[in-house]
């Protein structure tokens, strides 16, 4: 049986605040709490493999995304010390 995550692979560009990469970044230190070695692109297609592909809940996480202050994610993501370090191969990415 093949498995979707050995399927041929197709890079793309996203373009997002810093406050989302810094949240993805955030979720794959989680995921290493969770004992789970994994990379910033296997778990963005982790999330949009598995997402309920109903067009009212899709319209209701646009929505609920738009309406997010800019603050809204430093405020859920500043009290994690507990998680731990990730460092990403490759160089460091800066925030301008």
Do not use: F, K
């Amino acid at each position: 049986m093949e498995l979707l995550c050995h399927q041929r692979r197709r890079t793309t560009s996203v373009g997002w605040p810093v406050d989302v990469d810094d949240r993805l970044n955030l979720l794959l230190r989680a995921a290493a709490a969770a004992g789970e070695r994994t990379s910033r692109s296997e778990l963005l297609a982790a999330l949009v493999a598995t997402v309920d592909l109903d067009p009212a809940h899709l319209a209701a996480l646009l929505h609920a995304y738009r309406q997010l202050p800019a603050d809204a994610l430093v405020a859920l993501d500043e009290s994690h010390d507990d998680l731990p370090v990730v460092r990403s191969p490759g160089p460091r990415r800066t925030h301008a």
